[in-house]
């Protein structure tokens, strides 16, 4: 159950990588490709499907993205196939709360829902 | 398949008629006893443990909760065991973004996170 958390906390680091790094490609490998994603961006309701979700994602990254991005305070909650990891997303002095949602595709944890909201 | 989006999506209604009804029992029935459970409420930093989420539950509904908060274009995901459902919660004239993660526990469908942020 640790390694399963510790993969879990992983998964979610990379995500914050890829976001700092603008990199397309690995966002998109991040993301669940046998479900339903969805995603709540900052001010803005909830999006589902993987075209939407992934071209929100090639817009905000090709923008330039969020460099130094990192997630503070992660903790992940194994749900068996599924989980997910609350975290704090820092950006500068800019503190946002997050819910990551994460299941298990061939072994490996992705991304099926992000939202991210203000803290105050 | 379709069953069960139906009955992650009356959970979820639940949730928002025990939020609005200010009913403890109901909500604390609501919310699941056999792994961690976590809640983001708005303007607030993630909190773990049934503990202190209840407590917060507990404050906010017998300070009077959120008469006629009800949930707007529910969306279920299925996880297998787990699942979550986005909305819009609607207070009044404020709007507020919402993921809700569900865990089965003996056959129902059961809270596992909150999180409730500004739409923007």
Chains 1, 2 share one sequence.
């Not at 958390?5 to 700092?20: G, I, W």
């Not at 950006?91 to 298990?104: C, H, Q, S, Y």
């Amino acid at each position: 159950m640790r390694d399963e958390a510790q993969a879990l906390l992983a998964a979610n680091h990379s995500f914050y990588s890829a976001f700092a790094e603008g990199d397309v490609g690995r966002m998109e490998n991040l993301w669940a490709e046998d479900v339903n994603v969805a995603c709540s961006h900052p001010g803005a309701g909830p999006l589902h499907g993987r075209s939407v979700v992934m071209q929100t994602w090639n817009e905000i990254l090709q923008s330039g993205g969020a460099p130094g991005i990192h997630a503070d305070d992660a903790k992940a909650v194994l749900l068996g196939e599924a989980g997910f990891v609350t975290c704090m997303e820092c950006i500068g002095d800019a503190r946002l709360v997050a819910t990551n949602v994460f299941v298990r595709e061939s072994g490996r944890w992705r991304m099926v829902h992000h939202q991210a909201g203000a803290e105050s």
